[in-house]
Nanobody, 122 residues
Framework: QVHLAESGGGVVQAGDSLRLSCTAS????????MAWFRQAPGKEREFVAV????????YYADSVKGRFTISRDFDKSTVSLQMNSLKPEDTALYYC???????????????WGQGTQVTVSS
């Protein structure tokens, strides 16, 4: 079992930055691929970014490429999402997720956090 706890969400203006963090506990952090997904009201959960268990592979959704950066700290068992140049369309509930197996951008993850809200005003 893996417990994931997100933090760092908030209300910001367009163009601002936020940094989300997700702390993992319960099992060996380095065994899991870690990803961020988001879900806006009335929309399906969508992929944002993923980093492989050893940190060597990273993928982003086209909508965030060049603005968001995912990273992981093995000493602290955390995965972070640095979000720059935020847009109103980035407004959503952001979820951290963990998975063992083939690296994927689909929401087929084994463990999920409760989410942290990001609201970007225009």
């Amino acid at each position: 079992q893996v417990h994931l706890a997100e933090s760092g969400g908030g209300v910001v203006q367009a163009g601002d930055s936020l940094r989300l963090s997700c702390t993992a506990s319960g099992r060996t952090f380095g065994h899991f691929d870690m990803a961020w997904f988001r879900q806006a009201p009335g929309k399906e959960r969508e992929f944002v970014a993923v980093i492989s268990r050893d940190g060597s592979s990273i993928y982003y959704a086209d909508s965030v490429k060049g603005r968001f950066t995912i990273s992981r700290d093995f000493d602290k068992s955390t995965v972070s999402l640095q979000m720059n140049s935020l847009k109103p369309e980035d407004t959503a509930l952001y979820y951290c997720a963990a998975r063992q197996g083939v690296l994927t951008t689909s929401p087929q993850y084994d463990y999920w956090g409760q989410g942290t809200q990001v609201t970007v005003s225009s």
